[in-house]
Protein backbone atom coordinates (compact mmCIF):
# COMPACT_ATOMS: atom_id res chain seq x y z
CA UNK A 1 0.00 0.00 0.00
CA UNK A 2 1.46 3.71 -1.00
CA UNK A 3 0.06 6.87 0.35
CA UNK A 4 1.31 9.87 -1.43
CA UNK A 5 0.37 13.30 0.23
CA UNK A 6 0.69 16.96 -1.69
CA UNK A 7 -0.76 20.51 -1.11
CA UNK A 8 1.29 21.55 1.15
CA UNK A 9 2.72 25.24 0.75
CA UNK A 10 3.43 28.62 2.57
CA UNK A 11 0.39 30.37 3.29
CA UNK A 12 -0.41 33.51 5.38
CA UNK A 13 -2.32 33.57 8.59
CA UNK A 14 -6.13 33.17 7.87
CA UNK A 15 -5.48 31.51 4.64
CA UNK A 16 -6.72 28.04 2.81
CA UNK A 17 -4.70 24.73 1.87
CA UNK A 18 -6.06 21.85 0.77
CA UNK A 19 -4.13 18.62 1.18
CA UNK A 20 -4.70 15.40 -0.74
CA UNK A 21 -3.44 11.97 0.12
CA UNK A 22 -3.67 9.46 -3.05
CA UNK A 23 -3.74 5.66 -1.98
CA UNK A 24 -2.76 3.06 -4.11
CA UNK A 25 -5.93 1.20 -3.71
CA UNK A 26 -9.48 2.11 -2.90
CA UNK A 27 -9.91 3.81 0.41
CA UNK A 28 -12.79 1.18 1.54
CA UNK A 29 -10.09 -0.95 1.72
CA UNK A 30 -9.43 0.59 4.83
CA UNK A 31 -11.54 0.70 8.28
CA UNK A 32 -9.76 4.26 8.85
CA UNK A 33 -7.86 7.41 7.21
CA UNK A 34 -6.37 10.04 9.08
CA UNK A 35 -4.26 12.97 9.38
CA UNK A 36 -1.57 13.93 11.42
CA UNK A 37 0.94 16.48 12.16
CA UNK A 38 4.24 16.78 13.44
CA UNK A 39 5.84 20.13 13.94
CA UNK A 40 9.78 20.66 14.72
CA UNK A 41 10.50 19.09 17.93
CA UNK A 42 7.33 17.89 18.88
CA UNK A 43 5.54 14.16 18.85
CA UNK A 44 3.47 13.50 15.79
CA UNK A 45 -0.31 14.65 16.85
CA UNK A 46 -3.72 13.66 15.19
CA UNK A 47 -5.77 15.78 13.31
CA UNK A 48 -9.00 14.15 11.58
CA UNK A 49 -9.83 10.62 11.07
CA UNK A 50 -12.82 9.30 8.92
CA UNK A 51 -13.23 6.21 10.97
CA UNK A 52 -16.10 3.25 9.81
CA UNK A 53 -18.21 5.79 8.37
CA UNK A 54 -17.73 8.33 11.36
CA UNK A 55 -15.30 11.66 11.06
CA UNK A 56 -13.30 13.14 14.28
CA UNK A 57 -11.56 16.04 14.80
CA UNK A 58 -8.79 17.09 17.03
CA UNK A 59 -10.25 19.84 19.38
CA UNK A 60 -7.55 22.55 17.71
CA UNK A 61 -8.55 22.40 14.53
CA UNK A 62 -12.67 21.82 14.89
CA UNK A 63 -14.10 23.96 12.91
CA UNK A 64 -11.57 25.25 10.96
CA UNK A 65 -10.30 21.71 8.79
CA UNK A 66 -12.83 19.22 7.45
CA UNK A 67 -11.53 15.78 6.09
CA UNK A 68 -13.61 13.88 3.12
CA UNK A 69 -13.07 11.35 0.60
CA UNK A 70 -13.56 11.93 -3.51
CA UNK A 71 -16.20 10.23 -5.20
CA UNK A 72 -13.84 7.85 -7.11
CA UNK A 73 -12.89 6.77 -3.50
CA UNK A 74 -8.90 6.81 -3.58
CA UNK A 75 -8.14 10.05 -2.61
CA UNK A 76 -8.61 11.55 0.90
CA UNK A 77 -8.64 15.21 1.21
CA UNK A 78 -7.50 17.86 4.01
CA UNK A 79 -9.47 21.26 3.53
CA UNK A 80 -7.77 23.67 6.36
CA UNK A 81 -9.59 26.92 6.76
CA UNK A 82 -8.64 30.16 9.12
CA UNK A 83 -5.00 28.44 8.93
CA UNK A 84 -3.13 29.63 12.11
CA UNK A 85 1.26 29.57 12.37
CA UNK A 86 0.54 26.95 14.90
CA UNK A 87 -0.90 24.80 12.34
CA UNK A 88 2.83 24.97 10.69
CA UNK A 89 3.72 21.39 10.58
CA UNK A 90 4.32 18.41 8.32
CA UNK A 91 1.26 16.86 7.75
CA UNK A 92 0.74 12.74 7.09
CA UNK A 93 -2.20 10.62 5.71
CA UNK A 94 -2.31 7.72 7.11
CA UNK A 95 -4.53 4.68 6.79
CA UNK A 96 -5.60 1.28 9.15
CA UNK A 97 -7.73 -1.72 8.03
CA UNK A 98 -8.44 -3.22 11.62
CA UNK A 99 -11.40 -2.05 13.22
CA UNK A 100 -10.75 0.14 16.48
CA UNK A 101 -12.93 2.36 18.88
CA UNK A 102 -12.89 6.07 18.49
CA UNK A 103 -9.95 7.07 21.23
CA UNK A 104 -8.00 4.64 19.35
CA UNK A 105 -8.81 5.90 15.81
CA UNK A 106 -6.97 8.82 17.64
CA UNK A 107 -3.62 7.79 17.98
CA UNK A 108 -0.50 7.02 15.46
CA UNK A 109 -0.53 3.17 16.64
CA UNK A 110 -3.47 2.57 15.29
CA UNK A 111 -2.47 2.93 11.37
CA UNK A 112 -0.74 0.49 9.40
CA UNK A 113 0.18 2.57 6.20
CA UNK A 114 1.89 5.93 6.20
CA UNK A 115 2.49 9.08 3.77
CA UNK A 116 5.82 11.02 3.06
CA UNK A 117 4.68 13.92 4.77
CA UNK A 118 3.67 17.10 3.07
CA UNK A 119 4.95 20.46 4.69
CA UNK A 120 2.47 23.30 5.77
CA UNK A 121 3.71 27.09 6.85
CA UNK A 122 1.68 29.07 7.74
CA UNK A 123 3.09 32.66 8.53
CA UNK A 124 1.85 35.09 10.87
Known amino acids: VQLQASGGGLVQAGGSLRLSCAASETTFSFNRMAWFRQAPGKEREFVAT??????YYADSVTGRFIISRDNAKTRVYLQMNSLKPEDTAVYYC????????????????????WGQGTLVTVSS
Open 94 to 113: AAGRNRVNSRSARSVHAYDF
Open 50 to 55: WNAGTI
